[in-house]
């Protein structure tokens, strides 16, 4: 049992390791190559059935980009994850992970962000092997819109993967128009 245990924290310490060098960049330095999704934001495919992007404005004038667990979703346990938008109409000003997912509840998961380049958001949400509640906000990332930003329908996408309790990974991809208007 305790080679079990061991064997266990080692594939959770790889795991964060190789997450910690992805959200830094890794190999190739931040280079990103967008992956097409789907027309909505939700899709048929069971297998991507996992995460959904909802928008709405807050109460400071910015847009809120929320990914939500869907009721679909399974166990998941990790969330590596790319926001791409149009960062000539869009900044991205915060990104937090939801406190009843946080440090303190029983899921106990933290959220790591990095923006190594304009348009492209690497999110990754990593903790003990508790799985996320499903049909729950798990992150939301708060953009501003851009001085001059043109009116009209803009959209940000998300894909990455998710991994279970198992390590099993699972690929999903999510998108939401987001209206400007002037």
């Known amino acids: ?11 959770v310490v790889l795991i964060l390791v190789a997450t910690v060098i992805w959200v830094a960049g890794g190999p190739g330095g931040g280079e990103h190559r967008p992956r097409p999704g789907p027309a909505g934001s939700r899709s048929r495919d069971p297998e991507r059935s996992i995460l959904a992007l909802e928008g709405a404005e807050t109460a400071a004038g910015d847009v809120r980009v929320t990914l939500r667990a869907l009721d679909s979703a399974g ?18 000003t915060r990104c937090g992970l939801n406190p009843d997912i946080g440090t303190g ?14 348009g492209l958001v690497r999110a990754v949400v990593a903790g ?33 993967d998710v991994a279970d309790n198992s390590f099993a990974d699972r690929s999903f991809s999510a998108e939401k128009t987001i209206v400007i208007e002037n």
């Not at 049992?1 to 594939?11: D, F, I, N, P, Y």
């Not at 166990?75 to 991205?92: F, G, H, N």
């Not at 499903?134 to 930003?149: E, G, Y």
């Open 1 to 11: 049992m305790k080679h079990h245990r061991l064997a266990l924290l080692g594939s």
């Open 75 to 92: 166990p998941v346990v990790t969330i590596i994850s790319q926001l791409e938008y149009d960062s000539a109409r869009l900044k991205m």
């Open 105 to 118: 509840s029983t899921t106990a998961k933290v959220l790591h962000v990095a923006e190594p380049v304009p």
């Open 128 to 160: 003990t092997l508790q799985a996320l509640p499903q049909a729950a906000d798990v992150l939301a990332c708060d953009f501003a819109v851009r001085p001059h930003a043109p009116a009209g329908p803009t959209t940000v996408r998300a894909h990455g």
